[in-house]
């Protein structure tokens, strides 16, 4: 590995660090972008379920709100559920807008690294060409200039390509995932409105719902 550094030469160290920073984004938001961890399953009906046993109190708002996003979001509700229907969705966007904003952390920084990748490889070709255009003298070609010059070229485009390209495809997934996460929250948001202001009076919580005779 050191041998190929060495052969690559200082313009492959700019493309060593994008692709440590890389790595470790990807490993952070794999570990962040959890549907679990996002979008608990049943927290809604919890929600629903507190709040016609118990009413909104402060114990319910900021239990939802330390939950996760989504009772991030549901929490933003629930502090007006005694206002218009038109003031609680109002909040619940507002905080929804602040929770994608947390959910799209560090993927700007991700999608720089997958669009410069190829151009550092570029210029670390640029500079390979410089190298072997030095190698011509007088006297003729020394092979030993020639041959660097040829490596620096080669592996910089190639570790430029390595990182752009896995850099993109996880780029493009954590901004799918957020997307449909954004959909989701919206969705079960929505349906806490609606509850609230009686116009979801057939909602049934699953976990109350009278079993059917088979």
Sequence with gaps: MF??????????????IASIIAVALIIERLIMLRAD??????????AVSAYRKQGV?????AKLAADSPL????????????????????SIEESGRAVTHQLERFL????TIASISPLMG???TVVGMIEIFGSQVPTGTNPQVLAHGISVALYNTGFGLVIAIPATIFF???RGKVDNFVVEMELQASKLVDIIHGERLDYVDP???????S
Excluded: C, D
């Design 3 to 16: 041998s190929i550094i060495q052969s690559a030469g200082w313009p492959i160290w700019p493309l060593l």
């Design 37 to 46: 961890k996002i979008i608990p399953a049943g927290l809604l009906e919890k």
């Design 57 to 61: 109190t402060e114990e319910l708002v």
């Design 71 to 90: 009772g991030g979001v549901l929490a933003a509700g629930l502090r007006n559920y005694k206002s218009s229907r038109y003031v609680m969705k109002e």
């Design 108 to 111: 700007t920084t991700l999608g």
């Design 122 to 124: 570029l210029f670390g």
């Design 172 to 174: 493009r997934h954590f």
């Design 207 to 213: 976990n109350t719902a009278p079993e059917t005779q």
